[in-house]
């Protein structure tokens, strides 16, 4: 694959000088790494129907992997909500000390499986990309004086917003139709474009996200690169290897693998989740909603601390980034 070392010398030396937390890092090329990360046995075999056999060697791109995770994870995992930024938003015309239950389904695609209430308060948390207070063109979510859905609740017109002290904007203000409830008559009678995620503060439960990616910034660590960036094209086999190896003609690179590493693989935020989470067992995958597939940490992961590993993201995030340098 690309974007990955195999030889043995080289994961030694990523474990050894701790660029990375051990053999069962969700970021190394191992089965105890792979299921960490929440890579699943239907994901490799679909990757593997895609790709075919070949009695020659050759690249296989990382993205072939990640796409067939998904599409195994969006038949298998639970639909879940995340803030992964959160933002306060206050509901000015909804009554204080109020509360109620909004129903979201636990699979969009499997009715059968149910729904699971989502607790709805006068004070939310939403993503803080979600609102912007000079909106581009084409900006569809929270702005001032614009009107957003919020999923599974009500439709919302942000009003004004609270700053502190070094201009940053710390809760945003709205009012709510009640005549717009999701689900009820008429709901759908108001059309927005915007539709956005929430969850109750009084009811969030605070996680810790591992925001995992690709070890490598390059698709071939270490390999010949000349002044614009681009990987030579060279020979397949001899790609990952440098004297040493276990094959006794390997060639010398002439970079350290080392100088490719990401240094945004990893990513440790304190995020907030839907109470339903808190039941989450070890090595449960689920989807959070506008965000990717996650895995509760069959290390870390408790019901007193929650913990979830970004498996992959919803979209490949890599291809754009790519076509533009």
Known sequence: ?????????????????????????????????????????????????????????????????????????????????????????????????????????????????GKRALP?????????????????????????????????????????????????????????DPATRSGTPGADARKVKGNIHWLSIAHAVPAEVRLYDRLFAVAYPGARTPADGRSEAIEPARAFVVAGDDDPTAEVAERDFIDDLNAASKRVITAQVEPALVAALPEERVQFERHGYFVADIVDHSARHPVFNRTVTLKDSWTKATATT
């Open 1 to 113: 694959f690309t974007y990955v070392v195999l030889s043995k010398r080289k994961l030694i030396e990523l474990v050894e000088k701790k660029f990375v937390d051990g053999w069962d890092d969700p970021r190394m090329p191992t089965i105890v790494g792979a299921r960490r990360r929440g890579f699943t046995p239907e994901g490799f075999r679909l990757a593997a129907e895609r790709t075919g056999v070949s009695k020659s060697d050759s690249w296989i791109d990382i993205s072939v992997l990640e796409d067939a995770m998904r599409e195994d994870l969006n038949t298998s995992a639970l639909r879940r909500i995340a803030v992964l930024d959160p933002l306060n938003l206050v509901i000015d015309n909804y009554p204080d000390a109020a509360h109620e239950e909004c129903y979201a389904p636990n699979h969009p695609q499997k009715p059968e499986l």
């Open 120 to 176: 709805f308060s006068r004070e939310l948390w939403v993503e803080r990309d979600d609102f912007s207070e000079n909106p581009p063109k084409g900006y569809f979510r929270l702005a001032p004086g614009a009107e957003v859905r919020l999923r599974y609740a009500y439709i919302v017109r942000c009003t004004h917003v609270d700053k502190g002290a070094s201009g940053n904007v710390i809760a945003v203000h709205c009012t709510y």
